[in-house]
């Protein structure tokens, strides 16, 4: 009896001890896919440099109709520092006879000053290198980097004279003659026939400059605007099913 007793007693023992050392047994696999990571380093964007205004600078009308040139030295008088407009400028903007001198505290405002510091003009920075004022009878005025600008549109004295209008072929439609005679605000038109009914029946009889367009008018209010292109003819926009152009004569 008891050694039956010691048998089941052994037997029990040596069912026990695997199961203990099953459960005992640590975990030596390392974990899969532990990879340490660090954050890429940010590199910052350079400052832009501070900007200068010394140098020439165009001086405009909003339509660039108007146009002059401004010299900003980095010379200090008594009201800020010195600037120069060309000779031209003053018989185009009366107003900038009182102008005596420039100031601009780092991203402030551009002014300019009279003889008691007051500002006449206070230029805000709308774009990169482009700054614009109000005006008041004069509206909005510019101060642009001539470097980034392309050709001033032509004016009215620029293409007063005589033209024609032609087809693309080159194919002759009416001649013109744009005079200098006023006409309210406008310019009369001398009709040189022979013309086309497609000239006759619109009737010029204005013209104008517009925002570097050419511009002429009816009697009537009709319109025909004319742009003028890389190959400096003026085509007229927006192009119809039978496009016209003018040249000069």
Excluded: Y
């Amino acid at each position: 009896m008891i050694r039956r007793v010691s048998l089941v007693f052994g037997l029990l023992i040596a069912l026990a001890l695997p199961l203990a050392a099953q459960t005992a047994a640590p975990d030596t696999t390392a974990p899969s896919g532990d990879i340490t990571t660090t954050d890429p380093e940010v590199t910052m964007p350079a400052a832009p440099p501070p900007r200068t205004m010394i140098g020439t600078w165009e001086f405009s009308n909003a339509d660039r109709e108007k146009i002059c040139s401004v010299i900003f030295r980095n010379e200090t008088i008594k009201v800020g520092k010195r600037l120069e407009f060309d000779p031209g400028c003053i018989k185009q903007f009366p107003f900038i006879a009182g102008i005596a001198g420039w100031s601009q505290n780092g991203n402030d405002f551009l002014r300019l000053l009279d003889a008691q510091g007051n500002p006449v003009l206070e230029f805000s920075e709308v774009e990169s290198g482009i700054f614009e004022a109000p005006k008041p009878g004069e509206g909005i005025m510019f101060i642009q980097n001539p470097t980034d600008l392309g050709p001033a549109p032509k004016t009215a004295e620029q293409v007063t004279g005589e033209w024609l209008i032609v087809r693309r072929t080159g194919q002759r439609v009416c001649g013109l003659t744009l005079s200098t005679e006023p006409s309210g605000e406008e310019f009369l038109v001398k009709v040189q026939p022979p013309c086309d009914q497609t000239v006759t029946r619109f009737g010029p009889a204005t013209w104008q400059m517009d925002r570097g367009e050419m511009l002429l008018h009816s009697a009537t209010g009709q319109a025909w605007r004319f742009e003028e292109q890389d190959d400096a003819k003026w085509h007229r926009i927006p192009e119809t099913a039978t496009p016209l152009l003018m040249v000069r004569k």
